[in-house]
């Protein structure tokens, strides 16, 4: 059974504190780096990648691209500038593609 590691992306000051947790932080200082990260990390041993919305707001292609793969599982988390609500319309998503209705 493999085991998988955990990355965070996006800029210094948000993914800083995740380091102390044990978590493998990538600081990225634009979206392209962001992108050039997250497809070398899904080709590694990557279970979970937590990436700033800030981020996925320009990435959506490339997150699309991983989707339905096992491995890397993308998670949305607020950056430094706070919530832009794009983490939680994809889990309405995913819930409503799962489930067939609107739950949430």
């Given at each position: 059974?493999?085991?998988?590691?955990?990355?965070?992306?996006?800029?210094?000051?948000?993914?800083?504190?995740?380091?102390a947790?044990g978590?493998?932080?990538?600081?990225?200082?634009?979206?392209?780096?962001?992108?050039?990260?997250?497809h070398?990390?899904?080709?590694?041993?990557?279970?979970?990648?937590?990436?700033?919305?800030?981020?996925?707001?320009?990435?959506?292609?490339?997150?699309?691209?991983?989707?339905?793969?096992?491995?890397?599982?993308?998670?949305?988390?607020?950056?430094?500038?706070?919530?832009l609500?794009?983490?939680?319309?994809?889990?309405?998503?995913?819930?409503?593609?799962?489930v067939g209705a609107?739950?949430?």
């Amino acid at each position: 059974m493999a085991s998988y590691q955990i990355a965070v992306i996006g800029d210094k000051d948000s993914v800083l504190g995740f380091k102390a947790l044990g978590l493998s932080t990538f600081p990225v200082d634009s979206v392209d780096q962001a992108k050039t990260t997250l497809h070398a990390l899904a080709k590694e041993n990557y279970g979970i990648v937590y990436l700033t919305e800030t981020l996925a707001a320009h990435m959506e292609s490339d997150i699309a691209r991983y989707k339905d793969e096992l491995t890397p599982a993308i998670i949305l988390i607020p950056g430094k500038e706070g919530s832009l609500g794009i983490g939680m319309q994809n889990i309405k998503k995913a819930v409503e593609r799962a489930v067939g209705a609107d739950i949430l």
